[in-house]
């Protein structure tokens, strides 16, 4: 999986290799601290299926917020005032990624 996303940044999103970059020590960074310091406690407290569950729905709403065409989300709303993350702001919004 990680060897893909490279290339789908790349194409869907217009990412170059320091935007990937980012986006790769961002998520390292907060397995690190969710696998390190956060899902011991968690499971103590709130059990394995519930993690499970939440995990699913984390999943989920993520790849729905990968379905829309990068287009729509960097020209119609501004995906940058929406979504303010490391990625976001280290990339721009190709003005035409798919011709029609």
């Known amino acids: 999986m990680e060897q893909l996303l490279s290339l789908f940044t790349l194409h869907r999103l217009g990412m170059n290799a320091s935007g990937n970059s980012l986006v790769f020590v961002f998520v390292g960074v907060l397995v690190v ?16 299926r519930r993690l499970i569950y939440a995990g699913l729905a984390l999943l989920a709403v993520g790849l729905i917020l990968v379905a829309p065409r990068p ?10 005032r929406w979504l303010p993350s490391l990625a976001l702001r280290a990339t721009h919004c190709p003005a035409r990624l798919h011709p029609h």
Do not use: D, M, N, T
């Open 33 to 48: 601290i969710v696998q390190g310091g956060l899902i011991g406690p968690w499971s103590r407290r709130y059990g394995e």
């Open 71 to 80: 287009g729509s989300l960097c020209h119609g709303i501004r995906a940058r």
